[in-house]
């Protein structure tokens, strides 16, 4: 079993940058791939970016490619995401995810934090 918990999520202006970071909790943070998913008002919650358990390859998804960085810190059991040129359109709550097999899909994470909520203003 694994608590997620997520912070830093804010009000930011467009063009602005915000970290967001979850601080993980029960089994070793290092034997779990993590991701980051956000769902829009009215939209799916959608993959954002991804690491593996070494932190040696991430995956972005096209839309924060170049904007968006996602690390992790086994030692601490965090990972971040480090948000950069903010857009309206990255408006969303944002989930951290670990799963066994990580990547793209929401169904290969076990365990969800409850959210943080990040708004870019035009």
């Known amino acids: 079993q694994v608590s997620l918990v997520e912070s830093g999520g804010g009000l930011v202006q467009a063009g602005g940058s915000l970290r967001v970071s979850c601080a993980g909790s029960?089994?070793?943070?290092?034997?779990?791939?993590m991701g980051w998913f956000r769902q829009g008002p009215g939209k799916e919650r959608e993959f954002v970016a991804s690491?593996?358990?070494?932190?040696?390859?991430?995956f972005y998804a096209e839309s924060v490619k170049g904007r968006f960085t996602i690390a992790r810190d086994n030692a601490k059991n965090t990972v971040s995401l480090q948000m950069n040129s903010l857009k309206p359109e990255d408006t969303a709550v944002y989930y951290c995810?670990?799963?066994?097999?990580?990547?793209?899909?929401?169904?290969?994470?076990?365990?969800w934090g409850q959210g943080t909520q990040v708004t870019v203003s035009s």
């Open positions: 995810a670990a799963g066994q097999l990580g990547g793209y899909a929401k169904r290969t994470y076990n365990y």
């Open positions: 029960g089994r070793p943070f290092s034997q779990y791939s």
């Open positions: 690491i593996t358990r070494s932190g040696n390859w991430k």
